[in-house]
């Protein structure tokens, strides 16, 4: 299995802070998968401009291509007024509309408010739901307080990220599953 | 617009059947050569792709994969098929960039089917030169050439030819308008974005009949067709699969454009083009086509065919010509029910088919499928 973990953002070190958490915690749970995380805050991205995903060079395009080769991605984004950041926003539209097609999503949000907690509901799931991404639920709300100094200080969050590392996991291995068996039953 | 509807007034090429018509537009159906006593006219194309073979990854090399190109054009004729198309395309695991010339060794190989291309990438050439190409192909074949005029659907040629993505849209409209204009006007006056203007420019050759035939390429989207529609141009509609009702409704747009600008739907030539692929069985045609269509589609898109998005294409109700002869012959009837199109093409070889595959089903075209579908088609009056 291939799993992406994205932070989403090229300002700000909270949103990176949980998925280096996480990437620990995915080869924690499971030392066969194979992770890898994406930084948009250290990539050299262009704007996307309506071409084929394959069609975008450096950075740009090996983003493109890792996600599009990915089994299983988590998110991490920041809300930005009161919504996902461009950064992040500029990501989906270099893909297909189809491109989270057979893929597993999860989710996690940091932000400075807890009156932020249904923006990734209301902003950054319709997106991966319009993409034909399984949706992993619930996403793993980070709160300000749950950090300090680069580290999750809250054991509640690190607990609810691990189920969300489950999750993402079971779902990833039960939707492929499934799926093998319905091609298998097409018999072509 | 109005430019394109000006493209048009030029009656004294058109001495033929023109009282009914409004005065400006040249009755395509006549210089097409439609004639619905002969039925649904029916041809294949390819793409032009150069794709390894999906089991074992095998591909011939690219002379040897243009003489395929070649060889399906002879076999359609020999068939007795109406028409092969090439398309151009300049990424990677195509062949046929210089598909122009091509068709004109294409043209000297046959004899009587007509050619042409599917598509020809209009925005990044000069339409001086596409016209010459064009023209040329046709005093080669005697009379048999065709242009589709093309947006691309990839954007590596934009780069690879000195033109800015950016223009995207305009690049092709201005271009089309001209490349219209050049084939209807003896001297061309013109100036644009995006190339030298011509001052009472002669281009020559001038090809056979009273203008090449030209049409628009259009995906499955409605936009393309209403823009299409607007300008009077006949439309080639190409799809990847979908519901036949779903397209109904791109014809419908393209119909009332032109409508619209002033034009008669009904002497407006409306082409389908699409995956085809004929087995003993549907479940043996989805077996043999979905590997290439998968491994292809990977390769040239970035992104496969899910199989359960595959299986469908065999439904009655689906554009997707995949099936057994007779499924297929009922498809074809069934979708020239609702489109009312003159021509429907077939793109049998994508994928890394093996030339012999290919064959096959050329020969399945002109034997089994064909026959039935000029038979069931034809109608008594010609226009």
């Given at each position: 299995m291939k799993m992406i973990l994205l932070s989403g953002s090229n300002v700000g070190t909270k949103t990176r802070a949980v998925i280096d958490h996480l990437a620990e915690a995915v080869t924690t749970y499971d030392s066969t998968i194979e992770v890898s995380a994406i930084d948009l805050a250290v990539a050299d991205m262009v704007f996307a401009?309506?071409?084929?995903?394959?069609e975008y060079t450096g950075d740009t395009g090996r983003v493109a291509r890792e996600l599009m080769d990915a089994d299983a991605i988590i998110i991490g984004t920041p809300i930005f007024q009161a919504s996902i950041p461009a950064a992040l926003k500029n990501v989906f539209d270099l893909l297909p509309t189809s491109a989270f097609l057979d893929k597993v999503v999860g989710v996690i949000a940091t932000a400075g408010?807890?009156?932020?907690?249904l923006i990734p509901a209301q902003h950054l799931l319709p997106i991966l739901t319009y993409m034909k991404a399984q949706v992993v639920q619930p996403y793993v709300f980070v709160g300000e307080s749950d950090l300090h100094r680069g580290e999750i200080v809250s054991h509640d969050v690190l607990q609810r990220l691990d189920r969300l590392v489950e999750d993402t996991v079971v779902l990833t291995r039960t939707f492929a599953s499934i799926r093998e068996e319905r091609d298998a039953a097409y018999g072509f | 617009m109005s430019e394109s509807a000006q493209l048009h007034t030029t009656p004294q090429q058109h001495s033929e059947t023109t009282e009914s018509l409004p005065s400006q537009q040249p009755n395509y159906m006549h210089e097409f050569g439609f004639d619905q006593g002969q039925g649904l006219q029916f041809g294949i194309y390819s793409l032009g792709d150069h794709l390894p073979d999906p089991h074992d990854g095998s591909r011939v090399d690219a002379g040897q994969r243009i003489h395929e190109f070649i060889g399906y054009a002879q076999a359609a004729e020999a068939a007795g098929l109406d028409f092969f198309s090439l398309g151009e395309s300049h990424q990677e695991?195509?062949?046929?960039?210089a598909h122009a010339v091509i068709l004109g060794a294409i043209a000297q190989a046959t004899d009587t089917i007509r050619i042409g291309s599917s598509?020809?990438?209009?925005?990044?050439?000069?339409p001086v030169r596409v016209f010459e190409n064009f023209a040329t192909i046709d005093l080669i074949s005697g009379g048999r050439a065709e242009l589709v005029a093309g947006r691309a659907s990839r954007v590596g040629l934009f780069e690879l030819l000195g033109y800015?993505?950016?223009d995207y849209e305009e690049l092709y409209e201005e271009k089309l308008d001209l490349l219209l204009k050049i084939n209807r006007e003896q001297q061309v006056t013109w100036s644009g974005q995006f190339r030298a203007p011509l001052n009472d420019a002669e281009v020559l050759?001038?090809?056979?009949?009273?203008a090449l035939r030209i049409w628009r390429a259009v995906g499955g989207a409605p936009a393309s067709a209403v823009k299409a529609g607007l300008a009077g141009v006949p439309m080639v509609m190409a799809h990847l699969g979908g519901t036949t009702s779903v397209f109904k409704g791109t014809v419908d747009a393209y119909r009332r454009a032109a409508a619209h600008a002033g034009f008669d739907p009904a002497i407006l030539p409306i082409a389908t083009a699409g995956f085809f692929h004929a087995a003993e069985t549907s479940q043996e045609a989805l077996q043999a086509m979905y590997p290439h269509i998968n491994e292809g589609m990977k390769r040239t898109n970035g992104q496969g065919m899910p199989k359960q998005h595959f299986a469908q294409s065999v439904h009655p109700a689906s554009i997707a010509n995949i099936g057994s002869p007779q499924q297929i012959i009922e498809k074809i009837l069934h979708q020239h029910e609702v489109f009312g199109h003159q021509r429907y093409l077939a793109q049998v070889d994508f994928g890394g088919m093996a030339y012999a595959d290919v064959m096959k089903q050329i020969e399945i075209i002109g034997t089994e499928i064909l026959p039935a579908v000029k038979k069931y088609t034809a109608e008594e009056a010609i226009r």
């Open positions: 401009d309506g071409r084929n995903f394959t408010s807890s009156k932020h907690y | 695991f195509f062949a046929s960039q598509s020809t990438i209009l925005s990044t050439s000069d800015d993505l950016r050759p001038r090809p056979t009949g009273q």
